[in-house]
């Protein structure tokens, strides 16, 4: 059964038709060819997937796309205008946060969660909360630290508005 | 240690310059297979075996090719008619690329629909009509060696039994008599669990013929796309298709850890099918097919380990059952069935050491590809790291000091191991004192006495581990008769910047910027004007790939020789430029100068220009460069590793309390880079240590085969990660480096358990399997107690 959907993509309105059974990742993957956001399970464990829906982080891996109507979604590819970076986005590079990539959209989509929901994360909390996406690369050391890296700068920008 | 020669903005070796690959993947603009959308592309979907070992008695396609969108379903009788249902393995084995009559193992590939779009593709999957016989499956590697134990092969021509080979190294004799006069011998059986690499990407391709170029492209999950390249050449040369007409491009790789090495069934069903469709089809593969098809380990050792009585080591002796599931994929190099196993004698000076092997069929899936580590040196590893601790514990005395009065000394490089290896060079005692004092060894073995005085369990875990990497010497080191050599092709543009191709791939490891800043340290030109290219057979020189953290042992060796035959050429450019002599030029890194007037010089960008501008006379115009290394030995990468853990007697939870790995990987690149991949290979070593393990109930089916319950470590899993470095340069690398990704993940696993064990001692427990979950330690703790 098709069902005509509308909602807004990094700032873009779109509107499509689409199966009932279609899920969101493959929606922004083929539908609207915004392919930074990964899959790399069927289980909604690895977190490749993550996207922002209405400011909040989700797995879009197990979310219909029909039900993403009216919503409000940012990908990896909306978080910064071109050739700029988001704190999160430096943060990763400054700190080496990244090897092959793949989870990193996930990851940073999920850390622009967290630090909306806790601009002060200690390690732990930092640790919990990126437990939802995994990486296969870099053991997590660096990327704790890419988290705690955009936290205070996005603390400091905050603070000098 | 080792002196940076370039500035910061050169960025040469030893700088920890920030990579130039990240923009893509932080703004979701990497380029991975199924990112690649080729016009008229096709889904191929497999459909898989649910049994362990069955005849398939038929296969009905036609509700599958009644559902709107599918347009073909392939079995393996449509590939026995090009002669392409089965396929040879790299280790002279045969695979199959689908079943005509039987299916070997669970998940293994039945058939394949190729349709419109994936849901219509899994449609079509399940409307599939597969009428199975199953038969009693063959789990266990030594019940497949039972005299009444069903022949798995007997397509086979001569094979009698499900054993596959017989391998050994070293004396037999002479060990078995030092072992039987020893004053203390240690024996342990210990297994090496089945596991999985689990990247975050699974394996994939976009195959795309095209019948009027005759034309073949494959978008490929490929970490050796050059060989991959040839393997279809010779595969499916009898089809039509050459050589030349086969380009293989691996694009971002989502992490490879050896395993997208291999030649997978799915890959050749894909290019078969674009064949004989003659569109585009992508097929890629979902989690679990990824996790219960491949594998790493599976090796079960029963080691025996002598000494005088006062700890010198005399004899190793280990004998090696090894699970290969029901054919011999392994991706390793001809001559080395078991890989470098044989390096199981570890970093300690003795005569005598024996290794055998066994390798048997059963009803798993085949694979046995090198997860992380330089084919086999994992568990050749654990053994002799285990069994070191056991005879400390067996003879009471500190593990540390065993290790220090049975290490090859620092002047005995290079040394002639009792197995044939020629370890290049190494200070052992140095790694290990540093490790000991970065953690406070000697504290925490006082804390230890007071816990354990209070009836507290904690441990403290050591591993020093020889690595060996780099393959390899020609003369030893072929896939399918090739040469593993490596190259690099420089071409410095007229203005100075410079693109270089290799025939390695990254997949995460951070090509782009090491490779950049090897040939900024030879040519003074920076970092950030050189672009690296890698992964596209048309394009870049042939190589044999990305794995046995071999990259920088060849590729970036042929990197180092590549622009140093351009500095010779930009000598006598200079020369000309001056006006003097060859001789009387001399070379700075980024400039030449007159001897004894170095205010007379040409920067690299002078010479590089008139190379294409003012060509001294007879002098070919240009300013390019390709080797192709051939290494005369392996690298013998070295590290100390020390775990520290509390296990709670009630619940048997495990803490990793600290983790220290002091590495010596030679010479260093980026050390940022360096201590990233340590930091990698370091959660890819408590994976196994603690969490992962592929496991099978008696009828073959895997009972873990989804991210649910294959426990890949979380950032809460995994430690705070504590690293260092000795230095000891290669000497006979042109750069002095050894490669150091896969140190980790060899060296961790036995730290851990040795610290685990180490904190159940006092309960009589002497050894426990990885993965050491807290309901095996629960489960031991009960047992003694």
Not at chain 1, 22 to 40: Q, S
Not at chain 1, 117 to 138: A, D, F, V, Y
């Amino acid at each position: 059964m098709k069902h005509t959907i509308s909602m807004t993509i990094n700032g873009e309105s779109v509107t499509a038709e689409v199966d009932s059974r279609l899920l969101l990742v493959h929606f922004i993957r083929e539908n609207l060819d915004l392919t930074g956001t990964h899959i790399g399970c069927d289980t909604s464990n690895c977190g490749a997937c993550t996207i922002l829906l209405n400011g909040q982080s989700i797995k879009s891996c197990t979310y219909l796309a029909v039900r993403a109507d009216g919503a409000e979604i940012t990908t990896i590819e909306g978080l910064s205008a071109e050739g700029t970076n988001h704190p999160i986005q430096q943060a990763f590079h400054d700190q080496h946060g990244l090897h092959c990539g793949f989870c990193t959209p996930g990851m940073i989509m999920r850390t622009v969660d967290l630090l909306k929901n806790n601009p002060k994360p200690t390690e732990e909390e930092i640790r919990w909360g990126i437990s939802g996406n995994l990486c296969r690369c870099t053991g997590y050391n660096n990327i704790v630290k890419s988290v705690k890296q955009a936290a205070e700068e996005m603390q400091k920008e905050s603070e000098s508005v | 240690m080792f002196k940076c020669k370039t500035s910061p903005e050169v960025g040469g070796m030893g700088h920890s310059v920030k990579r130039k690959e990240d923009a893509r993947f932080l703004h979701g603009k990497g380029n991975y297979v199924d990112d690649v959308k080729l016009p008229g592309q096709l889904t191929m979907v497999m459909v898989r075996s649910p049994y362990a070992y069955a005849k398939i008695k038929s296969i009905n396609k036609d509700k599958a090719l009644a559902i709107p969108g599918v347009l073909a379903v392939i079995t393996g009788y449509d590939l026995k008619e090009y002669g392409l249902h089965w396929m040879p393995t790299l280790l002279s084995d045969t695979q199959m690329v689908l079943p005509t009559d039987t299916v070997m193992h669970q998940s293994q590939e039945v058939c394949a629909v190729i349709a419109t779009d994936r849901y219509i593709a899994v449609d079509g999957a399940e409307a599939v009509e597969v009428d199975y016989e199953p038969m009693k499956a063959i789990v266990d590697p030594y019940k497949a060696l039972d005299e009444d134990a069903p022949l798995l092969r007997p397509d086979k021509e001569g094979q009698k039994d499900n054993h596959i080979y017989h391998w050994e190294r070293g004396d037999k004799a002479k060990t078995d008599e030092v072992i039987a006069k020893a004053d203390v011998v240690v024996k342990e059986r210990i297994y090496l669990p089945r596991i999985h690499v689990a990247s975050i990407e699974t394996c994939g391709c976009v195959a795309s013929y095209d019948k009027d170029t005759e034309k073949l492209l494959v978008y490929l999950t490929t970490q050796a796309p050059h060989a991959i390249r040839t393997v279809v050449a010779l595969v499916a040369g009898h089809v039509g298709l050459s050589e030349e007409k086969i380009r293989i491009i691996a694009p971002d790789i989502g992490g490879g850890f050896g395993g997208k090495v291999p030649v997978y069934p799915s890959y050749v069903v894909a290019i078969a099918a674009t064949f004989l469709i003659g569109k585009p089809v992508k097929w890629i593969e979902d989690r679990s097919e990824n996790l219960v098809n491949g594998f790493a380990r599976d090796y079960h050792m029963d080691c025996e380990l002598a000494a005088t009585k006062d700890g010198k080591i005399q004899a190793f002796k280990v004998s090696t059952l090894a699970d290969h599931g029901y054919t011999d994929s392994s991706a390793n190099p001809s001559k080395y069935p078991t890989g470098m196993f044989s390096i199981c004698t570890g970093s300690y000076d003795y005569e005598h050491a024996y290794a055998e092997l066994d390798a048997v069929y059963t009803n798993k899936s085949p694979g046995g590809v090198a997860y992380r580590c330089s084919f086999r040196v994992t568990e050749a590893v654990h053994a002799i790291e285990r069994m070191v601790d056991k005879l400390a514990a067996e003879i009471g005395k500190d593990p540390a000091q065993l290790r220090f009065e049975n290490f090859i000394k620092k002047e005995q490089f290079p040394y002639s191991s009792p197995l044939g290896w020629s370890y290049d060079s190494g200070d052992y005692k140095a790694t290990l004192e540093k490790a000991m004092e970065m953690v406070g060894y000697d504290d925490y073995k006082k804390e230890q006495a007071e816990k354990r005085a209070e009836g507290k369990l904690m441990g403290i875990g050591i591993c020093t581990f020889t690595e060996v990497v780099g393959a390899g010497p020609s003369k030893d080191f072929d896939i399918l008769g090739i040469a593993m050599f490596d190259s690099a092709e420089i071409r410095v543009h007229p203005t100075g910047k410079a693109l270089a191709r290799f025939g390695t791939k990254s997949q995460g490891q951070g090509h782009e910027t090491t490779y950049a800043q090897i040939l900024a340290e030879e040519l003074g030109i920076p970092y950030t004007d050189i672009e690296i290219d890698e992964g596209d057979t048309d394009t870049a020189p042939y190589g044999l790939g990305t794995y046995a953290s071999r990259s920088t042992p060849t590729a970036g060796a042929a990197a180092a020789i590549a622009a140093r035959k351009l500095r010779d050429k930009g000598k006598k450019i200079a020369a000309h430029l001056l006006e003097v002599s060859e001789e009387d030029i001399e070379w700075e890194v980024g400039k030449y100068f007159v001897k004894g007037a170095p205010e007379k010089s040409k920067t690299i960008q002078d010479v590089a220009f008139a190379a294409y501008t003012n060509i001294p006379p007879g002098m070919e115009p240009g300013f390019e460069a390709t080797h192709y290394y051939d290494p005369p030995n392996l690298t013998f990468p070295n590290g100390a590793y020390i775990c520290v853990v509390e296990v709670e007697k009630e619940t048997g939870s495990i803490d990793v309390k600290r983790f220290v790995a002091i590495d010596d990987c030679g010479n260093i690149i980026n050390p940022m880079i360096v201590e990233g991949q340590v930091h990698g290979g370091l959660t890819q070593g408590i994976a196994p240590a603690m969490y992962e393990g592929i496991e099978y109930d008696d009828e073959g089916n895997v009972l873990n085969g989804t991210l649910m319950d294959y426990l890949v470590p979380t950032a809460v899993e995994s430690p705070h990660w504590e690293t260092g470095h000795t230095i000891t340069p290669s000497p006979h690398h042109p750069l002095g480096a050894k490669g150091v990704a896969e140190s980790p993940t060899v060296g961790a696993p036995p730290a851990i358990a040795n610290a685990i064990i180490d904190a159940l001692s006092p309960l009589g427990i002497k050894h426990l399997d990885i993965p050491i979950t807290p309901a095996k330690v629960w489960e031991a703790i009960q047992a003694h107690s």
